[in-house]
């Protein structure tokens, strides 16, 4: 039987890659708002024992309350097995309580979606204090997948001999995947955290980057802050250029602005995330995984 897909109609160009990649289809969500807020969503009917979601958690709390609803109806409508295919997997970066009735965002979220889902598939999620999706997210069947060697690929296709960066210490695991690939120099920052956007830099001593094409890789860019601090440091240690690639592009606000004042050229991203710096399909490593 053919794998059906859910989706939004926002989400169709990503959800359908996804569903030729599987050798699925895609069929959509219809969405109503009403005047005073509320959602109405209509499934396509009949549904089969099995099906997948397609919503990557960017802007993420109304598209909560869309799990909600559309996970409900459609195990009324007979679906057995629902999988989340969840490109960008939202509050995960909140893990842990740093001041008295701070809520963990991490483990509610997370637990919220396992009470719906059967199998949750996302990439890069933000696993600081943990090491397994699992931890954050007890579904049956998690999947974690990373898109730091794609990126890594497409930097050494177009700067063969580029360093690669990490802004901070947390970036060294996505860092040192890209490097992987084919060998490149690579090394992280060390970074304090005062607020959103007011963080501190250190460059690694031991690294020279006089002449050298520095490509910045993170998991995800959000003010554009860190990545903006990082690259006016190594262009002052001499750097010939550098470039920008990271696998989930949230950029909120003015980020893009603050990165290209900061002197970084290119901008490289996954389409976890759809944004016009996408370079890079997810939807072949989504589908290998299932």
């Known amino acids: 039987m053919t794998s059906v897909i859910l989706c939004f109609e926002d989400e169709r160009a990503a959800a359908t890659r996804f ?26 009917t009949p549904l089969p024992s099995q099906a997948f979601v397609y919503r990557s958690l960017v802007n993420p709390n109304e598209k909560l309350v869309e799990l909600l609803l559309v996970a409900q109806a459609a195990r009324q409508l007979g679906v057995k097995d629902l999988t989340l295919v969840a490109p960008y ?84 695991q996505w860092v040192e995947q890209a490097a992987a690939v084919h060998g490149l120099d690579h090394a992280a920052c060390e970074k304090v955290r005062y607020g959103d956007k007011h963080v501190d830099i250190q460059l690694p001593p031991s690294c020279s980057f006089q002449g050298r094409h520095v490509v910045l890789i993170d998991d995800v860019a959000s003010s554009g802050r860190t990545l903006a601090m990082a690259a006016r440091l190594v262009l002052g240690q001499g750097a010939a250029s550098v ?23 290119h901008i490289w991203s996954t389409d976890c995330i759809a944004h016009d710096s996408n370079v890079i399909e997810i939807a072949q490593t989504l589908a290998q995984a299932l």
């Not at 009470?115 to 999947?143: G, M, Y």
């Not at 177009?158 to 360093?163: E, G, K, M, S, T």
């Open 19 to 44: 569903a030729k990649a599987i050798g699925g289809e895609v069929q959509g969500v219809q969405r109503h708002r009403f005047p005073d807020g509320e959602l109405k969503l209509t499934l396509p």
């Open 89 to 172: 997997l939202a509050y995960m970066r909140q893990d842990m309580a740093f001041n008295a009735g701070e809520i963990v965002s991490q483990k509610v979220v997370g637990q919220f979606l396992a009470t719906l889902f059967d199998c949750v598939v996302t990439v890069d999620p933000h696993l600081h204090r943990i090491s397994k999706l699992e931890q954050a997210v007890p579904v049956p069947r998690p999947i974690a997948l990373s898109g730091a060697p794609l990126l890594g690929n497409y930097i050494a296709q177009r700067i063969p001999h580029a360093f690669l960066l990490g802004p901070d210490g947390e970036s060294a």
């Open 243 to 265: 470039d920008v690639a990271v696998t989930h592009a949230l950029f909120a606000e003015d980020a893009i602005a603050v990165i290209q004042e900061a002197g970084i050229r």
